[in-house]
């Protein structure tokens, strides 16, 4: 089992910058990507940024040079990475999610966290 703790999330301008940021505890040496999603309101869950243990980083075209996924970092037993967002836009809007998935014999499960808020408004 794998645990995901997002923050970061907030009010912001059209135009500024967040930093989010997800901590993933538990069974986390069988993790082998961390990524992010968002949800806006009537609309599907969409991939936003993935990070892969080993491998390039995936963006979604709609972020691709203001959006920074970090590497994944370690410490102890957790593993962290955050997303960058900078020169944000109205429709930047969306409840986000950290995601990650691990294999296990073979097995591929899925995680989510509960989600933070990014509101980009004037």
């Known amino acids: 089992q794998v645990q995901l703790v997002e923050s970061g999330g907030g009010l912001v301008q059209p135009g500024g910058s967040l930093r989010l940021s997800c901590a993933a505890s538990?069974?986390?040496?069988?993790?082998?990507?961390m990524g992010w999603y968002r949800q806006a309101p009537g609309k599907q869950r969409e991939a936003v940024a993935s990070?892969?243990?080993?491998?390039?980083?995936?963006?979604?075209d709609s972020v691709k040079g203001r959006f920074t996924i970090s590497p994944i970092s370690r410490d102890n037993a957790k593993k962290t990475v955050y997303l960058q967002m900078n020169s944000l836009k109205p429709e930047d809007t969306a409840v986000y999610y950290c995601?990650?998935?691990?294999?296990?014999?073979?097995?591929?499960?899925?995680?989510w966290g509960q989600g933070t808020q990014v509101t980009v408004s004037s």
């Open positions: 995601h990650t998935q691990t294999v296990i014999f073979g097995v591929t499960h899925n995680y």
């Open positions: 538990g069974s986390t040496f069988s993790i082998n990507a």
């Open positions: 990070m892969p243990s080993f491998g390039s980083t995936i963006y979604a």
